[in-house]
């Protein structure tokens, strides 16, 4: 088995290699946030994106640059100073079953979160040192002004054992500080090593065809279980595995 993680480790850095390349940032949903250079510009535009990728690649990337145009391709800006009146043009918005209530939801409790609480980093730490904690926390803050019951299905829970795909996928972009062009390191509360990695479809099927998952679903456990091989194969940095995990599903049909 030690023979067989080897090859399999050395399987993963070669397509992490190859894959965590600025070259493919086009059509992927990190190409949104890479519009900008603002630190908040980038993490709110990336928050929104990562709320939405589900689905194919092209309409992700339709649905938020639909998004960014509603906000006048100025997030901070139009977070902080949006009136009631100016989210009426959010109120057809629609992607897949998130829709305008949920957006317009969305964006008040962004506002809320750099009028009150700091800014979106500081939203998520201060919950202790595990990202499932961080996530956990950040919901609270998060629905902590009223809501529609609906929206809550929009941001995964992993204390009620979701995998929070696209909660960990923006934390691999804030965090992770490789310098190769693709996630974007600007957030310093956090250390590339306590990330786990977006779980989905693609990866978390490679990962079973190479023996690093025995659970079924793609849940919290799952994760957990992925990560255990993950963080012996790169203690520092286990997520950059993501993009081997996800390339080989994605672009080879592995």
Not at 24 to 43: C, G, L, N, Q, Y
Not at 153 to 173: Q, T, V, Y
């Amino acid at each position: 088995m030690i023979v067989e993680l080897a090859e399999i480790k050395e399987l993963l850095e070669v397509k992490h290699d190859l894959y965590n390349r600025s070259s493919f940032i086009a059509s992927d949903p990190v190409s949104i946030p890479h519009r900008f250079s603002r630190k908040e510009d980038i993490e709110i535009s990336g928050f929104l994106t990562a709320a939405i990728s589900w689905g194919q690649r092209k309409t992700i990337l339709s649905s938020a640059d639909k998004l960014l145009h509603l906000m006048e391709y100025s997030p901070m800006d139009f977070l902080i100073h949006f009136e009631d009146q100016d989210l009426n043009a959010f109120k057809k918005f629609v992607h897949r079953t998130f829709n305008g209530e949920d957006c317009i939801f969305f964006l008040s409790s962004l506002k809320n979160i750099y009028t009150h609480h700091g800014g979106l980093e500081k939203a998520f730490s201060g919950h202790g040192p595990d990202v499932k904690d961080a996530i956990t926390g950040f919901r609270k803050i998060f629905f902590s002004i009223p809501h529609p019951s609906r929206t809550v299905k929009h941001l995964a829970d992993p204390s009620a054992g979701a995998s929070a795909k696209r909660i960990n996928m923006f934390l691999r972009w804030m965090v992770r500080k490789d310098m190769r062009g693709v996630d974007f390191g600007i957030w310093n509360a956090f250390n590339p090593s306590q990330l786990y990695c977006p779980l989905d479809v693609h990866t978390g099927n490679v990962a079973r065809k190479l023996g690093l998952i025995k659970r079924k679903q793609n849940d919290w456990k799952a994760l957990e279980e992925l990560m255990v091989v993950l963080r012996e194969f790169d203690p520092q940095d286990p997520v950059k595995y993501d993009f081997a995990l996800f390339g080989l599903g994605m672009f080879e049909d592995f």
